[in-house]
């Protein structure tokens, strides 16, 4: 964090900090300087909700860029946001959201990712090249939640949280800490992706949605014997299901007695004998 906040502070205290390209313009302070069409809001205003368009958001994104190339602390500016930052034993950029130094957050994950894995070896992309995985792949970069992307990959919500745990191993995330955002950059890094299409988040979303932990029904009471002959069982009480019959070897007929073991009944006459010889 200390290298951060030095970079930081280099780049805040550098001469030509005031002539940045995304300093609010002196005549028009909401606009920005380097571009006075552009609002404040293109360099970091991200769209969580989906609802901006992918044409206008493009070419919002790459007018801002164009102002961070002509700006006199690109280089300070993006060594800063792309600094590491540790936080609970984590590692993060220092600025995760939003245009800096000329990069989209997108790009910049994508060159953090390859810092941190440039040693592992991949899984071959052929295992993620999956005609389901990539279905997954292209409803993530759109939708948020398990429900949502699930709907647009046409399988359902295990089915998709599955591929999507297969794809965060494959691309060596780590399956406790990564986000859909990582996810959505290691895939477009590693070509299974098209980056245009990606809609951003707030970088808080998991990559692979926790298990929803359901309550576990309460148990039903066991009746008694009692209760069950007597007929004064209470209408919450399930009656359990009667055992199924099974012969047995020493009788040919059992009786079954509720929620006990079948009871063996002698014949009453032998079985291979006419009852008139019986009688
Ligand atoms: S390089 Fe940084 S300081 Fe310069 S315009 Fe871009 S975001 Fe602003």
């Avoid at 930081?8 to 313009?25: F, I, L, Q, S, V």
């Avoid at 901006?52 to 102002?67: G, M, N, T």
């Avoid at 800063?80 to 130094?101: C, F, H, M, Q």
Wanted: glycine share 6%; charged share 25%; proline share 10%.
């Amino acid at each position: 964090m200390t290298d951060s906040i030095a970079l930081r502070k280099a780049w805040e205290e550098h001469p030509h900090y005031k002539y940045r390209g995304c300093a609010p313009d002196p005549d028009e302070p909401g606009r920005a300087a380097g571009d006075t069409s552009l609002s404040l809001d293109a360099w970091h205003g991200e769209d969580r909700d989906g609802s901006e368009p992918q044409r206008e958001r493009l070419a919002r994104e790459q007018a801002a860029v164009e102002v961070c190339l002509n700006c006199p602390v690109m280089v300070q500016c993006g060594t800063y946001a792309n600094s590491v930052v540790t936080e609970g034993g984590k590692a993060r950029l220092a600025e995760p959201d939003g245009i800096w130094g000329g990069e989209l957050a997108l790009e910049r994950h994508r060159a953090f990712i390859r810092r941190r894995h440039e040693i592992a070896a991949p899984a071959p992309a052929r295992q993620m090249r999956t005609p389901q995985k990539l279905r997954v792949l292209e409803a993530l970069a759109v939708h948020v939640t398990p429900e949502a992307v699930a709907d647009a990959a046409g399988v359902d919500v295990r089915t998709a949280n599955w591929q999507r745990s297969r794809l965060v191993t494959q691309l060596n995330l780590d399956k406790q800490t990564a986000t859909r955002r990582e996810l959505l950059a290691a895939a477009v890094e590693r070509g299974l992706l098209d980056a245009a299409v990606v809609v951003a988040d707030d970088g808080s979303v998991p990559a692979v949605p926790p298990p929803s932990k359901t309550a576990p029904e309460p148990e039903a009471a066991v009746p008694t014997q009692l209760e069950l002959w007597s007929g004064t069982l209470p209408q919450s009480v399930p009656v359990p299901r009667p055992a199924r019959a099974r012969r047995s070897r020493s009788a040919r007929r059992v009786v079954l007695v509720p929620g006990g073991a079948p009871s063996p009944v002698l014949p009453l006459f032998p079985t291979n004998e006419p009852m008139e010889a019986a009688a």
